[in-house]
């Protein structure tokens, strides 16, 4: 209800939003635990889960904004410090910074690798 106050979409359970959130618990609960568990068993498929959830969250977080910011955002309330500032902005920028971030760590590792595998003389398939 709280958040409610910034964006008044969940004070009546908007239909785009709803249905974004539930594949956000259902795809992105499912990539966040299979994410836990490559890293925690280095598994070699730790960072295209990495990506793929990374993208799944920017993509949910621009579907979700976008719509409104084209029709002028009358369910986001811009007029209060707080709730544009640290409800909106703040908080949502952590769903695109931390994304962002891991997306930087992916790009590096993978790079890291395809020039280790270049280096030892062998060819990626």
Same mark, same amino acid.
């Given at each position: +209800? ?10 009546? #359970?908007?239909?785009?939003? =709803? /249905? ?5 618990? =259902? #795809? ?6 299979? $994410? ?7 598994? *070699?498929?730790? *960072?295209?889960?990495?990506?793929? $959830?990374?993208?799944?969250? $920017? ?13 002028? /955002? ?22 695109? #910074?931390?994304?962002? $971030?891991?997306?930087?760590? /992916?790009?590096?590792? #993978?790079?890291?690798? *395809? *020039?280790?595998?270049?280096? /030892?003389? +062998?060819?990626?398939?």
């Amino acid at each position: +209800k709280e958040y409610g106050k910034a964006d008044a979409r969940w004070l009546y #359970l908007d239909p785009t939003i =709803v /249905s974004l959130e539930i594949l956000t618990v =259902v #795809l992105g609960g499912f990539l966040a635990l299979v $994410l836990i568990y490559a890293i925690v068993k280095e598994k *070699h498929y730790r *960072h295209f889960v990495q990506i793929t $959830l990374c993208v799944c969250e $920017l993509y949910g977080g621009w579907m979700t904004f976008c719509p409104d910011w084209l029709m002028g /955002s009358p369910n986001l309330n811009t007029n209060n410090w707080l709730y544009f500032w640290v409800y909106l902005v703040f908080f949502n920028g952590v769903w695109v #910074l931390i994304p962002g $971030l891991l997306l930087w760590q /992916s790009w590096v590792e #993978l790079k890291k690798m *395809h *020039h280790k595998g270049f280096n /030892s003389g +062998k060819k990626l398939q």
